[in-house]
């Protein structure tokens, strides 16, 4: 069974550009949970996504966007690039019900 | 307060140890309690998840939860230098919801 994927492997923006990351969750799972890495700050909750709706989202600005498609499929998007928007972005999805969530590899995004 | 906390160490210690790793958590409601490993540059992968307290057992791994006290802990094990990683604790409330991580102890197994 496939896991969770992620694109690109590595991104490199300047200040002020827009970045967009990919995941394709585990066939089966209707939810998509974005979460950020950052160095010395840990894992923090971005979006939620569940049967194409956001259901939950962290304490991110506005500029920090998403969708979910037909296919349960996901996309982050951020607007706006600022040098603290560097980290790896890491993308999780579950089946309905279970809490038991499983990661991608991550996008590791770095702004100059 | 940090809904959950971890110890970042780095904790080293030689192969063959048993290595325990912990977790306070200040949310009542949280149930359900996981342990990912991380390797270096890596996604987090699930370990071990239980529910409410008690023990779970996979292998050389043990994750135990006291509700009582809102302490998790996982021990490993006749360690291996395999198991170098950061270990990450997250917990959460009820279903299909938002993990809250600890930031994770970064163990080192010397051979």
Redesign the interface.
Same mark, same amino acid.
């Given at each position: 069974e496939a896991g969770?994927t992620?694109s690109p492997t590595h991104l490199i923006k300047t200040r002020g550009q827009q970045a967009t990351l990919r995941c394709s969750p585990i066939s089966g799972h209707t939810?998509v949970?974005w979460?950020q890495q950052a160095l010395?700050?840990?894992?923090q909750?971005l979006l939620?996504y569940?049967e194409g709706e956001e259901? =939950?989202r962290?304490n991110f600005p506005p500029r920090f966007s998403g969708r979910q498609f037909p296919n349960y499929s996901s996309e982050l998007n951020v607007n706006a690039l600022e040098l603290e928007d560097s980290a790896l972005y /890491?993308c999780?999805s579950?089946p309905?019900?279970? =809490? +038991?969530?499983?990661?991608? *590899?991550?996008t590791?995004l770095t702004v100059l | 307060q940090k809904e959950v906390e971890q110890d970042p160490g780095p904790l080293s210690v030689p192969e063959g140890a048993i290595v325990s790793l912990n977790c306070t958590y200040s949310n009542s409601a949280f149930q359900?309690f996981?342990w @990912?490993r991380q390797y270096s540059?890596?996604? *987090? +992968?699930?370990l071990m @998840?239980t529910y409410s307290s008690g023990n779970k057992e996979d292998g050389r791994f043990t994750a135990q939860v006291d509700k009582s006290s809102k302490y998790i802990s996982l021990f490993i094990r006749d360690s291996q230098p395999s198991d170098s990683a950061t270990y /990450?604790c997250?917990s959460?409330n009820s279903?299909?919801? *938002?993990?809250?991580?600890?930031?994770?102890t970064r163990l080192s197994v010397i051979a």
């Open positions: 969770v992620q939810s949970y979460y010395g700050l840990g894992l909750f939620w569940d259901r =939950n962290g /890491l999780a579950n309905r019900g279970p =809490n +038991e969530q499983f990661f991608g *590899p991550g590791r | 359900y996981m @990912y540059r890596k996604g *987090p +992968e699930l @998840y /990450l997250a959460v279903g299909n919801t *938002p993990l809250v991580f600890g930031k994770g």
